[in-house]
């Protein structure tokens, strides 16, 4: 089973500073056949379920702001707030699914300074 | 627009069970994976279970690994969890997911979850 562990687990940033999460994973999930990161990124408000952010490492969903970026191959990712804005304050979580079990982060929670 | 709902959640005694139902609208259920996501509360999230599009698997954490089922009815675009066996760590919030495929992978939309709390 592939495991995820996030880093750090909480996060203040100030408003209009960049904000990074990290995610690593236990073993690979880059599938050599077609050179693609099985990596997802979401953001969790509070009392809302999760919103899909990210796919493939660093695909963006549609509607999601530019302002979020992802990055990393192999086993060590990262998600990149831009220009934090009030708005980002959330849980985010990373997921792998290059194989099931599926599984996800421990979760970051993100905060203003 | 794409829409889930699930419902079935409750108070229920340790091994009891409970079976949750989650309603699709807005595209084409039978084209897509679908998948039950769990949040202890305050906790983070745990993937529990999927279906691929056609059924012809079904997949499991090994947390309930011989105690739930998970079963679609496409004639009723409805995603179920057979929840056998109930412990109190089973307590969660219990999301109903969209695959973005076929095939298990990540989830484009979720429900707004059905709480089941196992308790004597």
């Known amino acids: 089973d592939i495991v995820m562990t996030q880093s750090p687990d909480s996060l203040a940033v100030s408003l209009g500073e960049r904000a990074t999460i990290n995610c690593k994973s236990s073993q690979s999930v880059l599938y050599s056949s077609n050179n693609k990161n099985y990596l997802a990124w979401y953001q969790q408000k509070p009392g809302q379920p999760p919103k899909l952010l990210i796919s493939w490492a660093s695909t963006r969903e549609s509607g999601v702001t530019d302002r979020f970026s992802g990055s990393g191959s192999g086993t060590d990712f990262t998600l990149t707030i831009s220009s934090l804005q009030a708005e980002d304050v959330a849980v985010y979580y990373c997921?792998?699914?290059?194989?099931?079990?599926?599984?996800f982060g421990q979760g970051t929670k993100l905060e203003i300074k | 627009q794409v829409q889930l709902v699930e419902s079935g959640g409750g108070v229920v005694q340790p091994g009891r069970s409970l079976r949750l139902s989650c309603v699709a609208s807005g595209f084409i259920f039978n084209s897509y994976a679908m998948h039950w996501v769990r949040q202890a509360p305050g906790k983070g999230l745990e993937w529990v279970a999927a279906?691929?599009?056609?059924?012809?698997?079904?997949y499991y954490a090994d947390s309930v690994k011989g105690r739930f089922t998970i079963s679609r009815d496409d004639s009723k675009n409805t995603l179920y969890l057979q929840m056998n066996s109930l412990r109190a760590d089973d307590t969660a919030l219990y999301y109903c997911a969209r695959d973005r495929g076929a095939r298990p992978a990540s989830f484009d939309y979720w429900g707004q979850g059905t709480l089941v709390t196992v308790s004597s």
């Open positions: 997921q792998q699914y290059y194989s099931t079990p599926l599984s």
């Open positions: 279906t691929p599009y056609d059924g012809s698997n079904k």
